[in-house]
C-alpha cells in the first residue's frame, strides 16, 4: 500500500480564493510527522508546514495551514488567499517513528497547482 | 545564510560511464540526505549520514550506487556503470539535528543527470 496518497494530480483555482490539497497517510506507527513541501518549477524543495502526531491542534503557518484528521489518516494542505506565485507542485511527505530516530521522508507524488489570474 | 548546494546543476553522460554528484550542505547541519526524483513522482530517499557515518543506506537501489562524507560535510554521490533508468534529478537536503523540534529537511536545487 502507498505510504502517501495525493488523488489530485492537477488542480486550477482562481486567484485569491482558497483551495485545500489533500493528502492521507498510511502507518502503524503512533509517533510519526508529515510535512508539506511546495516545489516551484525552479526544482528546489521549499519546506511549508509539519504535524507531528501528537500535536492537538492543526498547524498554521502564514497563509498555510493544515487541517489534521487523525482518525481519518488525513493531512490537507489549505492556502487561503490564493496568489499567483502559489503555482507549483505540492508534495506531502510523512517520517515514521519520534522525530530523531528514523530520518527518512516519504513522499507522494504531489499535486500540480495551477493560480488563475 | 547559504542554502544547500549541488554541483552540477546539469549533467549528461553516457550509458556505463561513472559520475560524481556533489552537496555541500547548510554549514553547521549535521545530517544530510540524499534523493532521488524520477518524472512526474516524488522525491525518494536513497541515503541518509548523521556526521560522516551512513546512518541508514537503505534507499540506495544497488551496489552501482555509493555515497560519501568523509569529514561530515561536503558529500558526493557516486554512480558507476550508469544506466539509462539512471536518468532523474538527485536532490540533496540537510538539516540541524540539534536545534528545532521536528527535524526539517532543506533541500537543494538538484543535479539533473541525464544518461544517453
Redesign the interface.
Known sequence: AQK?TQTQPGMFVQEKEAVTLDCTYDTSDQSY?L?W?KQPS??????LI?Q?SYDEQNATEGRYSLNFQKARKSANLVISASQLGDSAMY?C?M?EGP??G?????????TRLTIIP | GAGVSQTPSNKVTEKGKYVELRCDPISGHTALYWYRQSLGQGPEFLIYFQGTGAADDSGLPNDRFFAVRPEGSVSTLKIQRTERGDSAVYLCASSDRDRGSYNEQFFGPGTRLTVL
Do not use: P, Q, V
Open positions: 502517501i510527522g510535512f513541501y525552479s526544482g528546489e524543495m521549499i519546506f509539519y507531528g508534495f511527505a517520517r522525530n530523531f528514523n530520518e527518512k521522508l516519504t513522499f507522494g507524488t504531489g
